[in-house]
């Protein structure tokens, strides 16, 4: 990806999401399928990984905080739906602005929340996540 196409992508991005989402290393590897990777050209999947722990970390606190008097049993539906592969890949959908295989709008989104929170720290990551 070119520089101007991955300061494209960011500026979309950062408007999108209300956060500063920088173009930087970190987030062309965000955007990077592993059918696109190489040697020098890292793919999402360790990205992916934290991406997934950070945003189940904030929808955790903020179910919790929503839902003050609720036991855990009516906590951890709430939970699951929100951090399904299915809702990031619903989320990602409008971001990318087109049809893509769910899975794999999935996996990007939960990048790409890695991204943020690498390049801008866990204040940005809530923003963009909530």
Known sequence: MSRRELARHAADL?????VNVHASITLEEALTHPSASSSVRPDNQRLEFLGDRVLGLVIAQAVFEAFPDAPEGRLAPRFNALVRK????EVAETLAG???RPAVLGDA????IAAIY???GMDDARTAIL
Do not use: F, I, K
């Open 86 to 89: 299915e809702t990031c890949a």
């Open 109 to 112: 989104m939960e990048a790409l």
């Open 118 to 120: 690498l390049d801008n």
């Open 98 to 100: 087109g049809r893509r």
């Open 14 to 18: 950062s408007a999108r999401l209300g």
